[in-house]
Nanobody
Framework: QAQLVESGGGSVQAGGSLRLSCTVS????????MAWFRQAPGKEREGVAA????????FYAASVKGRFTITRDNTKNTVYLQMNSLKPEDTGMYYC??????????????????WGQGTQVTVSS
C-alpha cells in the first residue's frame, strides 16, 4: 500500500505562510485524487484542496480559495500545499490523503483510503 508522510507544519503569525509537503512512497495512480484535509480542535475534518496525482484541475474549499495552492512535483514524488495569508481559523492538523477515484466536484468525500500521519499548523493572531 502507498505511504504518505506530511511535513512542513509549524506555528506562524496571522498573515504568514507555510508550505506543507506530502511525500509518497509506493504506487499511486496518476488518476488517483490526492487531497489535503484538516481538522481543527472541536471541529469535523474538512477537505482543503485536491488534485489528481497526475495533474489537472485543482479544487479548493471556499474558505481557502485564493490563499492556498495545491501542486505536485513529479521529480520528488511530492504533493504540496502552499498556504499564504494564514488566519487563526486555519489552525488544525493537516492530513494528506489518497482516493482510488479521480477528483471531481464531490472530492470532499469519505472514500479516501490512504492517509498520512498529519502535520500540525498553528496560526496565532
Amino acid at each position: 500500500q502507498a505511504q504518505l508522510v506530511e511535513s512542513g507544519g509549524g506555528s506562524v503569525q496571522a498573515g504568514g505562510s507555510l508550505r506543507l509537503s506530502c511525500t509518497v512512497s509506493g504506487y499511486v495512480d496518476t488518476d488517483n485524487c490526492m487531497a489535503w484535509f484538516r481538522q481543527a480542535p472541536g471541529k469535523e475534518r474538512e477537505g482543503v484542496a485536491a488534485m489528481n496525482f497526475g495533474g489537472g484541475k485543482q479544487f479548493y474549499a471556499a474558505s481557502v480559495k485564493g490563499r492556498f495552492t495545491i501542486t505536485r512535483d513529479n521529480t520528488k514524488n511530492t504533493v504540496y500545499l502552499q498556504m499564504n495569508s494564514l488566519k487563526p481559523e486555519d489552525t488544525g492538523m493537516y492530513y494528506c490523503a489518497r482516493d482510488m477515484f479521480s477528483c471531481g466536484g464531490s472530492w470532499d468525500r469519505p472514500t479516501y483510503n490512504t492517509w498520512g500521519q498529519g502535520t500540525q499548523v498553528t496560526v496565532s493572531s
